[in-house]
């Protein structure tokens, strides 16, 4: 199955959503925010637990040794005790989903895989539209926001993924990163269907040039006014955006639409954003097939 | 009975005139009196309310259905509209001492204003500190200290990291713990990979991991000290956040209360509270508990929120108040006075609060007038010892029974108690009054001032005017018709048939407030506009009617001839007494025959009720005192030398009282004279040792039980009965008892002394004693010493035979 593009606006459709849960809180925060996605989307809900055959490895090593991240002691690693400690995230981790899902009319159901999480991912993302994950793993003691395998998923995920922090939630403010590619227009459309017509999406504008700024805003509010979309402007250049980040970066409640920069300069910045804010992040990276 | 002295019709009834009353109906008089005749009470009712002392509570005494509670409350309320208004009272969370709450006194009023107060400081303290919490300067600067501690931790793990990548190892996350494990480009190897290694390659891993272990250790035990260090700092941007938030409306409320040491104390505490929980108060990301126990578990944790904690529990609101208060407490359990703490059931536990504390009659009545009902006070358990301990202690202090008890030891509220100021009227019988008196040595210091409720008052004229207005004040407050003036008159003369004495009234309102209703209903029957004396006459026939199936059934006995009653003719040793029956407020007379035995014997009179244990002491001993009568007057110069016997006879129950001695005497000396007794009468009253009739209770009653047998039988014109002198001022006879005697149909002959009667009973003079000690002849007197001496010979001559014989 290949997501759809709506030809008329180029936004994104999404029928089928795969999230892939661990026990961390953050997870929690993004199996929240795939319920509130599907229940807007009409969307089914599919969640994956993924038994990471490298901690199974782990037990049978001849240096099995782990150091508890509470107590710091150096302990032997059995594969029994490992099992024991997968098998019991697995089951919190399901009781939880039904949970959730139960508590609406959302159609959703469950898996547990075994296998390498990020090899895992990307061969069940080809039955979905929308992969939702939270921003990083269990691992508490990591440098930078997002986890490891987070970071290898957005590097191998074409499809779009929504990524949330521990704590935070969607809703609003909804604000867009405005790029004036395809990308672009399809954030800028997608953002649109999750308003409401009262509301106001917010466009970031990141340019050095003010010529440039300036016929971005111009066409933004033509397509405002066309589509009788509130809008306000927040436009900052590459010596600015810090500020800009330091502003949003306490926000917990709202949605950045943050569509793929393919260039160098870009890329850096597209890291910057998922490092630095809290806001759950929709990226979206490549065009919609058209069905 | 030609001669003989008897009572004219005038004399056996006191009839009230309406004109004398001075209206027309009770609708013309606007006087409202409440109490009559009860000077005494009244004095001690004033001694009690006016002294403040301690202990100078009021015990109402009096028998039931006289009005007591009215009265008392109606001197209290007069009292209590010019006494000051006592304070509000207040319970307050006491964050030192959680379990006892505490307890401020605040001027009337002030209690509810200052709770709609704290209300409104708590509404007031959410926005302002959600606003506080939720504001981009304090969302920056917390997540500011949150990312310096994480960047500060990723320093470190980013330096373990780059020592693991160089070592060729990877940092892996396991449920638990962090593991090191063996890499190379396409990630962790596999256990079969590492197991090809050499042993050196393994030895130098072993090695790498067991020295970023060392590493890893110390970082793991730096991380908790920087968290402490970063959750002190945002608490200190949470108190100054805070403090800032509340510390406005905190000195607002302190300016007003700023004369009441005790609240702003309060009002201290709750900023203290505030800047000490701020985490209360952050935008919450708790999740729904999932398990029983995680619920449960928060619910211990938290007991009630933090902003709950600040709310005001009134416990006597005095706001709309003028003067003291009057209570009076219907149901007087020990929670009920004393106060309690309630409970509410939650996940199947009892759990309270300060706010659960509810106020007793004590505390609604502090600072004013309690009234209790002594009987109701006494039946419930442990309330009477509650009452006197918050009385000794003059303070309340609420308990429960368990606790007050040391039954039980599960942990309560223990509230801080309240000073105890309030003067206590108990209304209850005498006999409660003297039982206390006698048997609970505390009573006397707590209730000094007895206030003791006449049951009759003099029926004067003065009394008569107010007993006439204290009755248009029960039919006032009953919402009755008006009654007329005649059917006022009737229910005064009513009253005094209550009282059984014609110049005495009946202050037992509740018969008469009875029978007013009563009456009202008759009036709507009969069409009447305004109630008449017939309607009352109805209301008054209609509850005799209502009681009286026993004595219709005693007289349908007696008309049957099953109980023998002899209503004409003569008999030897027999008589007519007349006795009265009490079902609860209805009496009624009965006519029973006494007859006597008399044969040889040792002086001895026996009375066969007595040796067959059915005879009350006061009736034996009115027995012995014949005896001592006949010993005295014709026993002087030859001993008593008979043995008599005297019976009630068919008296299947019971007899008690000493108001048919005197017609036990009379079929006494009839049997010892062998002169016969006249059985058209019947005689009642007691008599003393020398021969005096003495009054006796139930006389109306007594003397219509006989006319009703007579009646029924047909009245000859010569029937009547002897009643003692001195019960003439009690005589308020039925009217058809009345009409009887006015024409001549039936007689009533007051007696002062047997000799007196024994004449009207046998028609034979009863002779005066004479100088020499002898009797006229032909005297009942002389025939009855006669008779006498007679029987000391014959016992002598039969001594004297015996003894030959046995020689």
Redesign the interface.
Known sequence: METTVNKANQTLCVDRILISLD?SRHS?AALQAAIQLADHFNAAIHGVFIEDI??L??A???????????S?I??D?SSDD?SR??Q??SRWII??FN?LINQTDIQGDFAVLRG?VSEIIANEMKNYDLLVMGKS???T????RLGSTTKATIQEQMKPILLVEE?NQLGFPMIVLFENTTLGMISLETCKSLIDPDDTIIIVILDDDPDSKQSKKTFLSEWASKNHINISFQCYDSRTLGRYI??I????KGLFILPHMQNLTGEQMENLFLERI?LPILLIKTPPKSE | MSGIPELISKELYRKCDPQQLGFETTAEIDEEVNIVGQERASSAINLGMNISHPGYNIFVLGPTGMGKREIIQNFFKEKAANDTTPPDWIYVYDFNTPDQPEAIELPPGKGSGYAKDIDGLIEEMQTALSAAFDSEEYQNRRQGIIETFKEKQSELFKDLQEKANQAGLAMIKTPSGIAFAPRDDEGVLSPDEVNKLSEEERDQIAQNIERLQEDLQKILQQVPVWQRDAKQEIKGINKEMANFAIGGLINELIEKYNDHDEIVEHINQIQDQVLENTDEFLPSNDQEPTRFIEMISRQQNGGIALMEKFKVNIIIDNSERRGAPVIFENNPTYPNLIGRVEHYAQMGMLRTDYRMIKPGAMHRANGGYLILDARKLLTQPYAWEGLKRALQSKEIEIESIGQALSLISTVSLKPEPIPLDLKIALVGERLLYYLLVQYDPEFSELFKVEADFETEIEWDETNQELYAKLIATVIKNAKTKPFKNSAVARLIEQSARQASDSERLNTHLQNISDLIIESDYWANENGHETVDDLDVQRAIDAQIQRADRLREKFQESILRDINLISTEGEEIGQINGLSVYSLGSFMFGKPTRITAQVNLGKGQVIDIEREVEMGGPIHSKGVLILAGFLKGRYAQEVPLSLSASLVFEQSYGGVDGDSASSTELYALLSAIAEVPIKQNLAVTGSVNQHGQIQAIGGVNQKVEGFYDICKQRGLTGNQGVLIPKSNITHLMLRRDVIESVKTGKFHIYPVDHIDEGIEILTGIKSGEKQADGSYPANSFNAIVKGKLECLARKLREFGKTSGNHSE
């Not at chain 1, 240096?63 to 508890?68: D, H, I, K, N, T």
């Not at chain 1, 003691?141 to 930078?144: A, K, V």
């Open positions: 026990s929690f490298t901690l490895g782990l049978k090593m001849p240096f099995r040794q782990e150091v508890g991240e509470y710091a150096v302990r690693i490992m400690g997968i019991v995230q009781r939880t949970k390498k793993g269990t691992n003691m990591q440098p930078g704590g330091q502003k970066k306490g926000l917990k809290c």
